[in-house]
């Protein structure tokens, strides 16, 4: 088995038991592994190992992985983008994702309407700011069903499927994801069916799966160390 292999093993293996450990099926979580900034030929390495869902967080990254891999056939990757997103790269994204987490104002679920609006639906995840750090990605809690709101009625093409968000460095996770859990519930109000939670990220996925997450985004511990950005 590859280096590779056996920490995507190990993990699924602690994904399981975390989920386990607080009642819940480790076949309702899906792991999402994060690719970012290392090269497009791991996603294919990864792909052969069974995974079916990568995350990349920089639009150009993104198009540029896709581009190189499209001659290599792949067992069906979902491509999901976890970055902060600007309303110019909003076609590209589009165009290039097949879920999208980080929808967290009205311009920008806009924009990514207006990029396909007859096109197939995106999923898309509204991203939820649980830091004091307005410069941080992510609408604040009490305006996420508002959002919600608008992005249902005005976005048809696109399908609001739940909230994401990062666990704020200054505080413990699961604090800060009960009140992630608190704004999943606020969506719910607006678009019933939009029960996915995408939060827990290598250093903190059990307390995720603890606060209900059903959506783990997981980097360095199965991909090793990313390399620098360049
Ligand atoms: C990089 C990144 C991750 C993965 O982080 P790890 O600590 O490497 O698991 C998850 N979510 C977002 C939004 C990221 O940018």
Redesign the pocket.
Known sequence: MTELAERLTALDARIADAARAVGRDPGELTR?V?T?FHPAALVAELDLLGVRDV?E?RQQELSAKRAELAETPLGGVRWHF??QLQTKKARAVRAASDCV??VDRDRIADALHAAAPDGDPLDVFLQVNLTDDPGR?GVAPDDVEVLAAHTAARCPSLRVRGV?A?APLAEAPASAFERLASAAAAVRRVVPDATWISAG???D?TEAIAAGATHL???????GP?PDRG
Not at 217 to 223: K, L, M, S
């Open positions: 999402i994060v970012k995350g967080s976890i970055g987490h980080s990605g994401m990062v990220m290598s250093g996925f985004r997981i980097g360095t511990a199965i991909t990313r």
